[in-house]
């Protein structure tokens, strides 16, 4: 008898191994930052509209902001656009664009054609910023607290369902002492 | 006509193959270097296509990584320096070997365990085969024997 339930367990395992496995690999932009719960990386950005100024981390600290890292020849971009320019509108976080391993040129059609959500545009030329931020696929978003802590990463297009579910609630929890003390 | 024409084409995909490789022209300033630099592309994972190496991919994020490899090789940067630089970005997946710590020791263990299961599971069909032949006095007649009919355990 044994002979023949052992085979059979082992065949219903492997069957529960696959369907993990192909659960799993819908997640499998999921992986998890090494940058949560640390310093933001420092950057020394021109801004897309003012090539002249530059804007580093520390001109960030004192209120939380997202960064979203976007380009003009990413396609998901331009499907997570209505959902920043419905949360901008809100006036929840200020919402900073990292437009990188772009033209600014394409920057500005694309802004022109689809509307600029964004407080400010910095714009990451080489993508030194965005390795440094672990970006490896566009768009991607971070979430960082006004002391400069990145609490949160979303991989891929933002929606609704995100910014209500993981980045409000994570904004709301945030002391609002922290902006006065680190202003 | 016919066979110029596939001349011009063979031509043409001659100098198309010829402009791809020459997209990163990277100067190492020995051999050593540039083996380090093969070596370490090959460990390190593209996270776009998660299934291939730096040095396989073409997608842009693995050449800006190429490149970042290549500069710091090109300012003495040791390599447990250069995957330390890569592991802090983009987490221990981007190594194609992950260090055995604590949440991989499943991961580097599981093939021994499956050894020792497999040298155990061989063991006892070894020895139930033995007895089997001892105590038959006719081996022969069956000598490859039935598993269903094996003494159970």
């Known amino acids: 008898m044994n002979s023949r339930v052992v085979p059979l367990l082992v065949f219903i395992l492997l069957i529960g191994l696959l369907l993990v496995g192909l659960k799993i690999s819908d997640r499998k932009t999921l992986i998890p930052s090494p940058l949560i719960g640390k310093q933001v990386p420092t950057f020394d950005l021109p801004v897309l509209d003012n090539p002249g100024q530059n804007l580093s981390q520390e001109s960030f600290l004192g209120k939380p902001y997202l960064v979203n890292f976007w380009a003009s020849w990413c396609p998901t971009c331009r499907v997570e656009h209505p959902v920043i320019t419905e949360l901008a509108k809100r006036n929840a976080i200020s919402i900073v664009g990292l437009n990188f391993r772009d033209l600014p040129a394409d920057a500005r059609t694309w802004l022109d054609r689809y509307g600029d959500p964004y407080d400010v545009i910095l714009v990451d030329a080489d993508g030194r910023v965005s390795i440094d931020f672990g970006v490896y696929a566009a768009p991607e978003t971070f979430l960082v607290d006004a002391a400069g802590i990145i609490v949160f990463k979303h991989i891929g297009a933002l929606t609704s369902e995100i910014i209500e579910n993981e980045i409000l609630p994570r904004v709301a929890a945030m002391p609002p002492t922290e902006r006065e003390r680190s202003q | ?153």
């Open chain 2, 1 to 153: 006509m016919k066979t110029f024409s596939l001349c011009i084409v063979m031509v043409l995909i001659f100098f198309l193959t010829v402009s791809v490789s020459a997209q990163e022209p990277l100067v190492f300033e020995n051999q050593q270097q540039q083996d380090r630099f093969h070596q370490l592309t090959q460990e390190l994972r593209c996270l776009v296509c998660q299934n291939q190496t730096l040095a396989d991919s073409d997608a842009p994020l693995a050449h800006a990584l190429r490149r970042e490899v290549y500069e710091m090789l090109q300012s003495g940067q040791s390599n447990d320096q250069i995957k330390l630089f890569l592991v802090e970005r983009y987490g221990d997946f981007v190594l194609y070997r992950p260090p055995v710590q604590n949440n991989t020791y499943l991961l580097w263990l599981t093939p021994l365990i499956l050894l020792l299961g497999g040298v155990l599971v061989l063991r006892a069909s070894i020895k139930k085969r033995t007895a089997l032949l001892t105590n038959n006095e006719r081996p022969d007649e069956n000598p490859d024997g039935n598993p269903d009919e094996w003494p159970e355990n």
